[in-house]
């Protein structure tokens, strides 16, 4: 310890404290302060850099999304589109049948009508012609008999004959 | 590119001027006392493990003894700047002529000067050679303020310089590119290692920018200046009590006066606890914060540091002590492995005593401005 004490040399130590403060200073202000900075900025920098490029990243896998969504609605517009279009077409058909349908059983029901009234009118036209050469027939029958005396008498006597009194 | 190319000049500057002056210590052809020369024996072994240890005056690459038995070291002064009775002196180390025992006396405005075990003394009027009890202390001379530009100062700010130049060219990239390259490519990360491993998780993400300035220098300046101790320069800064201890005592100021009202309450009246006990608690908490604290921090870097020393050089040392039981060829193969072994373990050392100081300065930070909002 003695010898410890004794090596201890002031003069070293007050030539080591000032140099060691002038050469922190000269250090701090010259060397580590600009070079802290740099650091600092660079580091600041490259962070800056890696932001962005997580930032493009983030806004590529949101604009991929849009274009998915975007993808995903078109189809789904197209394949509306494409059901409204074959419901349409069904629908087109089914009416037109049904039109056809109606129209048909329309026709059908005029048809039967008009035939239904035809045959009437031929019936009622058959009818008086029937009459007419019924009248006829019965005018030339009644005209032939009434020419023969005779047989109107006859006729007349056996008319009477059926026409007993009672 | 032009930025690297600077620092490189400035570097090739600086080697030229530490290796011109080199030639200085052939000048010096006097044989010294004390100066064995070879070391051979266990006793010698310690003596320059431990003299290498401390501080010096001079800056010593290393030293030879030539033909004619005359000691010469290779290296350069120092400049020596006292504090003494008649004010500032000054001269440089190589007046001593690397006497270390007080046998050479330099005059300065009528003051005598010498060097004992790497302190400067100032001799008493009239006394004109150092005279030593018997515990070889000075009885006519007293100790002066030594303010020298010692080896450990010249380290200090040569790694201050290298940290200015290198972190300021760093600095300086950054203006015109945001990814460094060269020298910086290998800084950045160690910026960031502090920063982030050491600053943010340590004191939180709400203060620790106002603090990480000082961690960073911190960090650095003991970490370069553990791996400057590795070389064969020698230095051993970080191994130096004063040092650890202004260190230390630098990161005690920084979280005494960050402390916050949570931090200082818990200190001085700790809530929760009997009011009985809260006494005894602040006496202990307050012992924590101003003794145990730095205490832990400037003795753990110091004698982590300079154990490594020691350690690396005594297994160097097995070399010439174990000559004669192993042969020279085995002695200086097994002083080799282990001492390579050793130094690899010492340079992750450097690496986790700069980390561990700076971690727990960063810690005791934390605690002082942590926010207290969980009672």
Redesign the interface.
């Known amino acids: 310890m003695e010898t410890?004490l004794n090596?201890?040399?002031?003069?070293?130590?007050?030539?080591?404290?000032v140099?060691?403060l002038?050469?922190?200073f000269?250090?701090?202000k010259?060397?580590?302060?600009?070079?802290?900075n740099?650091?600092n900025d660079?580091e600041e920098?490259i962070q800056n850099a890696l932001d962005a490029a997580e930032n493009a990243k983030l806004e590529m896998q949101n604009l991929q999304a849009d274009n998915e969504k975007l993808l995903k609605a078109a189809r789904a517009e197209r394949e509306a589109m494409l059901k409204d279009a074959r419901d349409m077409k069904n629908k087109m058909i089914e009416d037109a049948k049904g039109e056809a349908q109606a129209e048909a059983s329309k026709l059908i029901a005029q048809a039967q009508e008009s035939i239904e009234s035809e045959k009437k009118a031929a019936i009622a036209d058959l009818k008086s012609q029937v009459a007419n050469l019924s009248l006829e027939i019965a005018e030339k029958v009644v005209k032939e008999e009434l020419s023969n005396k005779g047989k109107q008498e006859k006729l007349v006597e056996s008319l009477l004959g059926e026409a007993t009194l009672n | 590119m032009k930025v690297t190319q600077h620092s490189f000049k400035f570097l090739v500057l600086v080697a030229a001027l530490f290796f011109g002056t080199l030639a200085y210590g052939q000048h010096h052809e006097e044989k010294h006392q004390n100066d064995g020369g070879e070391v051979n024996t266990n006793e010698e072994v310690n003596e320059y493990i431990l003299h290498h240890i401390?501080?010096s005056h001079d800056f010593t690459l290393f030293s030879y003894t030539n033909d004619a038995g005359e000691r010469k070291h290779v290296g350069f002064p120092l400049p020596v700047i006292l504090w003494t009775s008649e004010g500032l002196v000054t001269f440089m180390s190589s007046e001593f002529h690397h006497n270390d025992d007080g046998h050479a006396i330099v005059e300065r405005k009528g003051l005598k000067f010498a060097k004992i075990h790497g302190?400067i003394y100032e001799l008493e009027q009239g006394a004109t050679r150092v005279k030593f009890d018997e515990d070889h202390h000075a009885t006519n001379a007293h100790k002066v303020?030594?303010?020298?530009?010692?080896k450990?100062?010249f380290g200090?700010?040569l790694v201050?310089i290298l940290?200015?130049v290198a972190?300021?060219s760093?600095?300086?990239q950054?203006?015109k590119k945001?990814i460094p390259t060269g020298l910086g490519r290998v800084l950045?990360p160690l910026?960031?290692y502090v920063?982030d491993e050491i600053a943010r998780p340590n004191i939180g993400d709400k203060y620790y920018?106002r603090f990480?300035?000082?961690l960073?220098?911190v960090f650095f300046?003991i970490w370069v200046l553990n791996l400057l101790g590795l070389t064969p320069i020698g230095f051993n800064v970080t191994g130096?009590?004063?040092?650890t201890?202004?260190?230390a005592?630098?990161t005690l100021i920084i979280y005494t006066f960050s402390g916050n009202k949570g931090y200082w309450g818990h200190m001085l009246w700790m809530p929760g606890v009997p009011v009985l006990i809260r006494p005894v608690l602040a006496i202990i908490e307050l012992a924590g914060a101003f003794l145990i604290k730095p205490f832990s921090l400037l003795v753990r870097l110091f004698a982590n540091i300079s154990a490594g020393h020691i350690v690396v050089m005594s297994l160097i040392a097995i070399m010439v002590v174990m000559k004669n039981e192993l042969t020279a060829g085995g002695a200086t193969a097994l002083s080799f492995v282990l001492a390579m072994f050793i130094t690899l373990i010492e340079v992750l050392v450097a690496f986790l005593q700069a980390y561990i100081f700076t971690m727990l300065s960063a810690l005791f930070i934390g605690m002082a401005v942590a926010d207290h909002d969980h009672h």
């Open positions: 410890l090596d201890f040399s002031i003069g070293l130590f007050v030539m080591q404290t140099i060691f002038v050469l922190i000269i250090m701090v010259f060397a580590w302060k600009p070079i802290m740099s650091l660079r920098g | 401390k501080d302190k303020l030594d303010f020298s530009i010692t450990s100062v200090i700010l201050g940290m200015i972190f300021t760093l600095a300086r950054y203006r945001a950045e910026v960031l920063r920018r990480t300035g000082y960073l220098t300046f130096q009590i004063a040092v201890a202004a260190l005592i630098f």
